[in-house]
């Protein structure tokens, strides 16, 4: 898209992504319950965006129907105190509507756009608040140098487990060949059950402690309860079959994308490289099944 000659301010942002989540359900904090998270790491760019200023021209976004990112724009730009205006290109390299959090890539390199075009610096937590008021819910993928327990409806860090990453082979699947997708802030709010609630605070301490030791099998079993907790709520197509043919296989655990349809198949690197034989007979499995394979990826390091 060409832009205006009178132009003189243009930022551009970058976001990156994750893979769903190890661990998604509610907790209690001050007092109360909130929903929260631990996203899946995933290496690479989500969202690049590119803000341009555009005096007397309305704010724009290039492709038009990413209205998260310009509402972000537009609450980044009344943040700093700018007008609402100029042109915001959007490219994002997540599949929208399997749970990888696509949006909120787009969101969060839009307002680094924007304030990388006025010089200003936010830290994660202003990022997130302001992508909490642009799509409601948000993923934690601002907070790039740590993994956190986040509240996904509020935009707050309840716990953070530090820089060390779980390492894994991921051998990634979309269960959905319709490709429909879903819409996040379409699903209903779960309710727990009080034996439920009990699971999920077993789990975030079980989770603690993983981080603590540096244990990636360990994380591995958490995320796999997670995931069979959260078939209540947002069934998966062909979860009992990923997670048969994962203990099959002799795989750490799985770890899904809890409102959307992709799943992860958790190897140890040191024994299913992601390029070995091993991973490409799973992702066989996998297309047998009438599922769709995304290929294997590796996390974290040793």
Same mark, same amino acid.
């Given at each position: ?20 989540? !190890? ?14 998270? !631990?996203? *899946? ?12 200023? *555009? ?24 943040? !700093? ?11 994002? +390299? ?8 696509? +949006? ?37 993928? *601002? ?21 060390? !990453? ?69 069934? *998966? ?50 297309? +047998? ?14």
């Amino acid at each position: 898209m060409p832009a205006d000659q009178t132009a003189q301010r243009v930022g551009t942002g970058t976001a990156g992504r994750h893979h769903g989540e !190890i661990l998604q359900g509610v907790c209690v904090h001050a007092g109360s319950l909130s929903p929260c998270l !631990i996203t *899946m790491p995933f290496r690479g760019t989500g969202s690049t965006a590119r803000y341009t200023w *555009m005096p007397q021209r309305t704010l724009e976004v290039w492709p038009n129907w990413k209205k998260k990112a310009e509402r972000a724009a537009r609450l980044a730009l009344e943040h !700093i105190g700018e007008e609402s205006a100029g042109c915001l290109e959007i490219e994002c +390299s997540v599949a929208t509507g399997i749970g990888l959090g696509s +949006s909120t890539c787009d969101v969060v390199a839009a307002i680094r756009a924007v304030c990388c075009a006025y010089g200003v610096q936010l830290d994660a937590g202003r990022i997130a608040r302001i992508a909490i008021d642009a799509e409601c819910a948000a993923d934690p993928i *601002m907070f790039e140098n740590e993994v956190v327990l986040f509240a996904q409806r509020q935009g707050r860090v309840l716990e953070s487990f530090g820089s060390w !990453i779980p390492h894994y082979t991921v051998v990634s699947v979309d269960t959905d060949l319709a490709g429909g997708g879903v819409e996040t802030l379409n699903l209903p709010v779960p309710e727990y059950t009080d034996a439920e609630l009990a699971i999920l605070a077993g789990l975030i301490d079980r989770i603690r402690q993983a981080f603590r030791r540096r244990d990636s099998s360990a994380i591995a079993e958490v995320a796999t309860a997670s995931a069979e907790l959260n078939q209540r709520f947002v069934p *998966m197509r062909s979860f009992d079959r990923v997670r048969v043919l994962a203990e099959r296989y002799g795989a750490l655990g799985i770890q899904i994308s809890h409102s959307g349809t992709v799943a992860g198949i958790l190897f140890d690197p040191r024994r299913v490289p992601p390029n070995s034989d091993g991973a490409a007979r799973v992702e066989e499995q996998l297309r +047998s099944m009438d599922l769709s394979p995304l290929g294997p990826f590796v996390t974290g390091g040793v």
